[in-house]
């Protein structure tokens, strides 16, 4: 399988970290979730590298890519990230890229294929959000799982985590076996996204995403449908966004297709990546 590699590129916000692979072919772009970060993607890259050129980009914020500076509204929202994804092609030189996102990193594609539907070829969204889920993401069910989302926007997560490993490991560890599947997150993997999150500042800084979509959300705009190719990959053991919060997808995606992963959970590049990789092979 082919190896990955990291490389650096200097971007007009900072330094942002990538994990690539493959030399030739079409170009695939993988946004990553939290908590995590390119890591999400470690055994989807090998696979997708077969036929593609797999480029994989830590978020600002998140693992080994810079801090932003400024108001989280501003530097760390949809939007924001959107804009570092589109001048990263552009310094690589990837001519229209697939876009696969995971969690933040599905908000993000949405967001790059909306602004910019040319310049991309299509879509890989797993267990995505989307503006049809309405109410169901404020029923009572819902949001039990949310809780931490309302937690991170006060000060005290900063206080209680950041820079305190065993305080990093016990609340992540909490996601990745609560928002699994039916096969648990390997511990090694685990433990390596703890070591990246451990470090002073880096919990804190990946707090602005949430920060950010709480702001805009208080005076979020109806938005057009994407007609962009897209396919659809779904757990059926994601708490976080269960099948349920799949009605309407079809309506904000309408050149889309959904695929149910049984016993897959919230983590779908890490609990199914072959499903993943032959997504991405069928977009290309």
Same mark, same amino acid.
């Given at each position: 399988? @082919? %190896? !990955? #590699?990291?490389?650096?590129?200097?971007?007009?916000?900072?330094?942002?970290?990538?994990?690539?692979?493959?030399?030739?072919?079409?170009?695939?772009?993988?946004?990553?979730?939290?908590?995590?970060?390119?890591?999400?993607y470690r055994d989807v890259l090998p696979l997708v590298a077969r036929r593609a050129r797999a480029v994989a980009p830590d978020f600002f914020g998140f693992g080994a890519s810079g801090v932003p500076v400024g108001p989280p509204e501003e530097v760390a929202d949809e939007a924001a990230f959107a804009d570092d994804v589109i001048e990263l092609v552009d310094a690589l030189g990837l001519e229209q890229p697939v876009l696969a996102g995971h969690d933040v990193g599905s908000a993000?594609? @949405? %967001? !790059? #294929?909306?602004?910019?539907p040319d310049r991309i070829r299509g879509l890989v969204l797993m267990n995505p959000t989307h503006p049809f889920i309405g109410d169901k993401r404020w029923t009572p069910g819902a949001q039990r799982e949310a809780w931490y989302q309302h937690f991170h926007l006060l000060p005290l997560a900063q206080a209680l985590i950041d820079g305190q490993?065993?305080?990093?490991?016990?609340?992540?560890?909490?996601?990745?076996a609560h928002w699994a599947g039916s096969v648990p997150i390997g511990r090694e993997l685990v433990a390596s996204v703890v070591d990246a999150y451990a470090r002073p500042g880096a919990f804190a800084a990946s707090l602005a995403w949430y920060r950010a979509r709480a702001a805009h959300r208080e005076r979020a705009q109806p938005v057009a449908p994407i007609e962009v190719p897209?396919?659809?990959?779904?757990?059926?053991?994601?708490?976080?966004?269960?099948?349920?919060?799949?009605?309407?997808?079809?309506?904000?995606?309408?050149?889309?297709?959904?695929?149910?992963?049984?016993?897959?959970?919230?983590?779908?590049?890490?609990?199914?990546?072959?499903?993943?990789?032959?997504?991405?092979?069928?977009?290309?």
């Open positions: 399988m @082919a %190896a !990955i #590699a990291d490389d650096v590129v200097a971007l007009s916000r900072g330094r942002m970290r990538l994990a690539v692979a493959g030399n030739g072919g079409p170009p695939v772009v993988f946004l990553h979730g939290w908590p995590g970060f390119s890591i999400d993000v594609a @949405a %967001a !790059i #294929a909306r602004r910019a490993r065993r305080a990093v490991e016990l609340y992540l560890g909490h996601f990745y897209t396919i659809a990959l779904w757990g059926d053991r994601d708490p976080m966004r269960p099948l349920e919060q799949r009605e309407g997808f079809e309506q904000a995606f309408p050149r889309s297709q959904s695929r149910v992963l049984s016993g897959v959970g919230h983590f779908v590049p890490i609990e199914a990546p072959e499903a993943v990789a032959e997504a991405v092979g069928e977009v290309l």
